[in-house]
């Protein structure tokens, strides 16, 4: 997109100081289920907290896969940033890489003033984002695409550097003696899980090799699991790439009675509690309500300031942070309100 001649048809520059002064009071809003596609109208209509400009629509399409509970945290920053910033937030998700291109697709029809999207199968939304380029709407990703979104011509990027965040936690995996690991994939294709598990090669001393599971079948993926645990005794370590298959692994643990122990990608509020209680050894947290914050937020900045998040040129990094038995009492905390 030629970011200097992105033209809209309206223009704020005498409410910004003001503006950006409302906009330090943060309203947030709780995340609905809503099905696949849902309006959110912020906290309750005009209100102290709200930004003084005019009312913009922006979409937030993800590839989330029913019962992810990682999204809600996504979706309770975008709602956060929209109740602050007067903007009408539509929320749609779908894993298929397709069926999320038609997605796309819809916000581009319905005309409306911004997109953030996420980009864990980036050829499949190559097409549609030029799309959306056309038609002089700007696009920000978040989460996942970190190694394309400056090729396919987003104007900014919020996330975590996957293979930065693997690297890290191998490091972590040889100085908690580990041997043997295997590297649980949940969703065959995604570039940033890929990222992760070769991230973790790169700088793990032992062995690790991936196991591939159905990421969308929790009895399926613990199956996998302690089959691969009694096929392979050796296996110390469960490297698996997000809160809720970890909570399964250690499941599938418990149920070979072996002594192997769970590490993971990712963070929630059960997650936290099972990092207290040491049934998972620790987390990478990658910050996600950060994530769908900054994305809305930026949108609105960029349409009310003309301003880019790392200069429209580097990523806006809100990961790794390890979450462990040393720090989980203050991140708890956080993770009880679904903001962690």
């Given at each position: ?61 993800t ?5 992810d509970?990682?999204w ?16 009408k ?54 989460n ?83 089959a ?82 790392g ?30």
């Open positions: 997109m030629d970011r200097s001649s992105h033209a809209r048809s309206r223009r704020f520059a005498p409410a910004l100081a003001l503006a950006a002064a409302a906009a330090l009071t943060l309203a947030s809003c709780s995340s609905g289920s809503g099905g696949k596609q849902a309006d959110e109208e912020g906290a309750g209509g005009a209100s102290a907290g709200r930004a003084a400009t005019p009312r913009m629509t922006v979409a937030l399409v590839h989330q896969a029913p019962g509970t990682f809600d945290i996504v979706r309770k920053g975008a709602e956060a940033a929209a109740a602050k910033d007067n903007v937030l539509v929320y749609s998700h779908d894993p298929n890489a397709g069926n999320q291109a038609n997605l796309v697709q819809n916000a581009i029809d319905q005309k409306v003033d911004g997109i953030a999207v996420t980009l864990a199968k980036p050829d499949a939304l190559r097409s549609v984002l030029a799309k959306a380029r056309r038609a002089g709407i700007p696009v920000v990703g978040l996942s695409g970190l190694s394309d979104w400056k090729k396919m011509g987003l104007l900014e990027f919020f996330g975590q550097d996957e293979g930065v965040a693997g690297e890290a936690f191998g490091r972590r995996l040889d100085e908690a003696g580990a041997e043997k690991a295997v590297c649980v994939v949940h969703e065959q294709g995604n570039v940033g899980l890929t990222q992760r598990c070769d991230g973790v090669k790169r700088t793990f001393d032992g062995t690790i090799e991936n196991l591939y599971v159905n990421g969308t079948d929790m009895p399926s993926v613990q199956s996998t699991i302690t691969k645990l009694k096929q392979d005794t050796g296996i110390d370590h469960v490297v698996t790439l997000g809160a809720p298959f970890a909570m399964t692994a250690v499941q599938s643990v418990d149920e070979t009675g072996g002594k192997a122990k769970v590490a993971t990608f990712d963070l929630n509020k059960d997650l936290a509690a099972a990092v207290r209680a040491g049934d998972i050894e620790f987390a990478v947290d990658q910050q996600p309500y950060l994530q769908g914050y900054l994305a809305v937020d930026g949108l609105w900045l960029y349409e009310n300031n003309g301003n880019y998040s200069g429209g040129e580097q990523p806006v990094l809100t990961g790794p942070a390890f979450v462990d038995r040393t720090n989980v009492e203050r991140v708890a905390a956080f993770a009880a309100k679904g903001t962690r």
